[in-house]
């Protein structure tokens, strides 16, 4: 079974500044999709990247990018320009390539708060 | 985007009462959904997978008699609570998985959530 691991239940970061968040798995498969979701008070969950497992190519949107390394199965995330609306729990997921009836694992997830 | 909505968004029951939650993809066809249980301050817990016109498969641990879940057709899942009880009160949230291929294909959106109340 697959597990993700969010070491960092909080972490605080200055409007405009940088911040990252870490996330590590554990898989025995080759494939797969890894992504980040933003849950803010609302508790809606957002999608904010999704990077695939193939691709070497570090996914980025926006100010949102990620640091993918497979070999070490690791996903952080990076924030850059952080804005107040960026506070929430962030979700680091996990899912195999084998179409939509395939399972999210989530991880612990990681509280961001953006201070002035 | 696809667009998925949840009803009831809150609901307050009293124990022993049953409840039910809708879930539906609002332009877009469902091949699956999913049912999360989330409590304050943790993550996202599966609870099932449905996929339309077949049995939920039931996570490890969830009483598939007191979570009953229905996916009728392509664009509307129901979760019911059966004679719940004030353990049962949490947060509850589907996502779907996209039919066909194309830009939404193995894309899972979320619903807004549906909060539980079982006094």
């Known amino acids: 079974a697959q597990t993700v691991t969010q070491s960092q239940p909080e972490m605080s970061v200055q409007e405009a500044e940088t911040v990252t968040l870490s996330c590590t798995y554990d898989?025995?498969?080759?494939?797969?999709?890894l992504f980040w979701y933003k849950q803010p008070p609302s508790r809606q969950m957002i999608l904010v990247i999704r990077?695939?497992?193939?691709?070497?190519q570090n996914a980025t949107e926006n100010r949102f990018s990620v640091n993918f390394q497979k070999a070490a199965k690791s996903f952080s995330l990076k924030i850059s320009d952080s804005q107040l609306g960026d506070a929430a729990m962030y979700f680091c997921a996990y899912r195999s390539r084998t179409g939509t009836a395939s399972k999210l694992t989530f991880g612990t997830g990681t509280r961001l708060q953006v201070t002035l | 985007g696809a667009v998925v909505s949840q009803h009831p968004s809150r609901v307050i029951c009293k124990s022993g009462t049953s409840v039910k939650i809708e879930c539906r993809s609002l332009?877009?066809?469902?091949?699956?959904m999913f049912w999360y249980r989330q409590f304050p301050k943790q993550s996202l817990m599966l609870m099932a997978t449905s996929n339309e016109g077949s049995k939920a498969t039931y996570e490890q641990g969830v009483e598939k008699d007191k979570f009953l879940i229905n996916h009728a057709s392509l664009t509307l899942s129901t979760l019911t609570v059966t004679s719940a009880h004030p353990e049962d009160s949490s947060f509850y949230i589907c996502?779907?998985?996209?039919?066909?291929?194309?830009?939404?294909?193995?894309?899972?959106?979320f619903g807004p959530g549906t909060r539980l109340t079982v006094l």
């Open positions: 990077q695939e497992a193939y691709k070497q």
């Open positions: 332009d877009f066809q469902a091949t699956t």
């Open positions: 898989t025995s498969e080759s494939d797969y999709y």
């Open positions: 996502s779907a998985g996209a039919r066909t291929s194309g830009t939404l294909y193995n894309e899972q959106f």
